[in-house]
Antibody, heavy 124, light 106 residues
Framework: QITLKESGPALVKPTQTLTVTCAFS??????????VGWIRQAPGEALVWLAL???????FYRPAVKGRISVTKDASKNKVVLTLTDADPLDTATYYC????????????????WGRGTLVTVSS | SYEVTQPPSVSVSPGQTATITCSGEKLDEKYACWYQQKTGQSPVLIIY???RRPSGIPDRFSGSNSGDTATLTISEAQSTDEADYYC?????????FGGGTKLTVL
């Protein structure tokens, strides 16, 4: 059974670095084809994709935040970490991590399991 | 960058069929998927690869994708189907979500 759980600070000050951790179980980021994505949702707003990291450390980022965002994995600890520098109040959102749906090594281009999300507020 | 567009809201009477569209340039050349998100909950995948349903998703939910438009169809709509629905497409290196459609069943 695949589960994911996000954790991070509830409050971050503007210009600080926002860090959210995704702890998962039921799959391994050492398995070919496996990927974990990050999606956020500002209060009352739509889902926005941020990043995707694969088992082979291949990474993809949303162009609009590409200069501020970084995703790393610790496959041995079953964790993925999202880092967003120079936080802005517009970064206030619930941050979700999600498992990339796959068929063997082939991505099915969807997220089939999601964490509950963690709300991060950027405010002074 | 690639964009997909959804209507902000759709209404349907109980027992009727709801249709939610997702529009993007040559969308049928990219796999579309759909998520259902109820208030205060995480999104749930209900359609992937245009028309396939994950295990446990009722067959009242169906999807199609042709030309510039992907469509989510919910037949025999129920009050429990009230939710926000998001389409998502994959564009080579980026994932794109639509703005979401609020489905009201009344």
């Amino acid at each position: 059974q695949i589960t994911l759980k996000e954790s991070g600070p509830a409050l971050v000050k503007p210009t600080q670095t926002l860090t959210v951790t995704c702890a998962f179980s039921g799959f391994s980021l050492t398995t070919p084809g496996v990927g974990v994505g990050w999606i956020r949702q500002a209060p009352g707003e739509a889902l926005v994709w941020l990043a995707l990291i694969y088992w082979d450390d291949d990474k993809f980022y949303r162009p609009a935040v590409k200069g501020r965002i970084s995703v790393t994995k610790d496959a041995s600890k079953n964790k993925v970490v999202l880092t967003l520098t120079d936080a802005d109040p517009l970064d206030t959102a619930t941050y979700y991590c999600a498992h990339r749906m796959r068929d063997g090594e082939n991505s099915l281009h969807a997220f089939d399991f999601w964490g509950r999300g963690t709300l991060v507020t950027v405010s002074s | 960058s690639y964009e997909v567009t959804q209507p902000p809201s759709v209404s349907v009477s109980p027992g009727q069929t709801a249709t939610i569209t997702c529009s993007g340039e040559k969308l049928d050349e990219k796999y579309a998927c759909w998520y259902q998100q109820k208030t205060g909950q995480s999104p749930v995948l209900i359609i992937y690869q245009d028309s396939r349903r994950p295990s446990g998703i009722p067959d009242r939910f169906s999807g199609s994708n042709s030309g510039d438009t992907a469509t989510l169809t919910i037949s025999e709509a129920q009050s429990t189907d009230e939710a926000d629905y998001y389409c998502q497409a994959w564009d080579s290196t980026s994932q794109v979500f639509g703005g979401g459609t609020k489905l009201t069943v009344l």
